[in-house]
């Protein structure tokens, strides 16, 4: 059985209601939703919540809500990562065992069903534990620069003042879209950031975090330019 588990705390506190504030016409969680049912890769599309709002719109968008979730799992300081855990701990005891899993992160409106596809699809090909959402840096962070106790500018490496761009490696970060787990694997490692993990490389003009109000402003822009429904 494969499930995918959108994580949707209540009590956000940058953004209040983010998990469910309206976004470009819908709440930002309808869209998470939608990708995992267009993906027409699950057997169950569930969202982990302690909110009975936030349970409520999940409904409403076509997600379960088999269970609420506990409450020291719904504080600030809660990883994803027990989220996830309990909700496969949860299905299994409850004859429902997840042989794949995919965490959706509820504020995703950039979630393409296609990139769910390709990153199942990878994470069978090479038997990894887990396979993840990235997106290249614009621009080499080994040259990067810090202001200094005094107020001035120095670099974070200076042993890498003469060295060209071009001369370092290319990094990436996590896109903050998906995450698929080979269950059984996944919960022996405990982690989806574990050794056996793989990328799945997002375009960057389709990745936006959106932790502050500033950032759901410039997301909502960029929806509209890339012409999102």
Known sequence: ??????????????????????????????????????????????????????????????????????????????????????ALQWLEEHGQRADYSCCIYATAPFIQADYLRSGFELL?????????????????????????????????????????????PEVFHDAGQFYWMNAVKYLQAGKVFNADAIPIFIPRHLVQDIDTPEDWEVAENMFRTLGFH
Not at 35 to 60: M, N
């Open 1 to 86: 059985m494969n499930v995918a588990i959108i994580p949707a705390r209540g009590g956000s506190k940058r953004i209040p209601g983010k998990n469910i504030k309206p976004f470009c016409g819908k709440p930002i969680i309808a869209y998470s939703i939608a990708a995992a049912h267009q993906s027409y890769l699950f057997d169950k599309i569930i969202c982990s919540t302690d909110s009975d709002e936030i349970a409520d719109v999940a409904r409403q968008y076509g997600a379960e809500i088999p269970f609420q979730r506990p409450a020291e799992l719904a504080n600030d300081f809660a990883g994803t990562d027990a989220v996830l855990i309990h």
């Open 124 to 168: 069978c090909k090479k038997q990894a534990t887990s396979a993840f959402s990235v997106a290249m840096y614009p621009y080499t962070i080994f040259r990067s620069l810090k202001q200094n106790e005094q107020g001035r500018v120095e670099m974070v490496w200076p042993e890498n003042y003469q060295k060209r761009s071009q001369d370092f």
